[in-house]
């Protein structure tokens, strides 16, 4: 074994913390390299007057205080944790009570489903019916609540979870169409937009289009809603185009996109 790695594990041969491998080796090196064994011997000494040290212990006044202090950091840290826990129950309570309700009404659902396909008598296939309509409202209300959520990607996860919902009652509707002209990141909005590609058919929602082209201010916001009122052929939405391109402040390439989609409609 050589020097440099006797040396390094000296400490643990001095306080006997190694295994009885290593520990022959070493005192077989010792016994025949002078300078490992001077470099012992110092160690050792150390070792000893520490063994020697008399072990103070503190007074009363030293020990309550520090039996307060802990008890008080432990108190002290109960109750943060308790917070968190509290904290975290309620957010999670928010976000996710309604998935978690909609899965339970759901999965009754598929459960009544089951019954339903061996019994067909009439009072089974109102139940079927009302069952089916709550199944409909808790999916909206799923989609709401997605929608409302701080985080950009749970909303843009709200926006295409609502595109699976065929039958979207007005709540749905009206809280797509305000988040198309309020929702703070242009990636949710530019979502919505083609959300509501597959509800251009609903009441009331084309005019709302036509309404949200004139209180766009992103470029892409505009050149995607000019491309979806071309696409449903909303002819309505001319006199909006027209007021684009007459706006200097417009882009130059949105206005170029107004005067084609102009020109598809006419």
């Not at 050792?44 to 008399?54: H, I, M, N, R, Y």
């Not at 509707?173 to 959300?195: F, G, S």
Request: hydrophobic share 40%; net charge positive.
């Amino acid at each position: 074994m050589l020097c440099i790695q006797v040396k390094k594990m000296l400490p643990e041969y001095v306080l006997g913390e190694m295994d009885d491998k290593n520990y022959g080796q070493i005192k077989q090196h010792l016994d025949h390299c002078e300078n490992c064994r001077l470099a012992y011997n110092k160690l050792f000494k150390v070792s000893a007057l520490f063994d020697k040290l008399p072990e103070n212990e503190p007074d009363t006044i030293v020990k309550i205080r520090f039996y307060k202090m802990l008890t008080h950091f432990s108190a002290t840290a109960l109750q943060k944790r308790q917070q968190k826990f509290n904290f975290a129950i309620g957010n999670l309570w928010a976000r996710r009570f309604v998935p978690q309700m909609a899965v339970a009404v759901i999965s009754l659902f598929l459960g009544f489903l089951a019954g339903y396909t061996f019994s067909t008598n009439g009072e089974t296939k109102k139940q079927f019916l009302v069952l089916q309509d709550q199944v409909d409202q808790m999916k909206q209300m799923v989609g709401i609540s997605m929608l409302q959520q701080t985080s950009a990607s749970e909303r843009l996860r709200g926006v295409s979870y609502s595109r699976s919902i065929q039958q979207p009652d007005q709540t749905l509707l009206q809280t797509l169409l305000t988040a198309l002209n309020t929702d703070p990141n242009v990636n949710v909005r530019l979502a919505v937009v083609d959300a509501l590609y597959s509800f251009h058919n609903e009441p009331n929602i084309r005019e709302q289009l036509v309404q949200s082209l004139s209180q766009q201010t992103s470029p892409l916001l505009q050149i995607a809603l000019i491309d979806l009122l071309v696409d449903i052929r909303e002819k309505k939405s001319l006199e909006a185009l027209r007021t684009l391109i007459s706006n200097q402040t417009v882009s130059d390439v949105v206005r170029q996109k107004a005067q084609w989609g102009i020109q598809q409609l006419l």
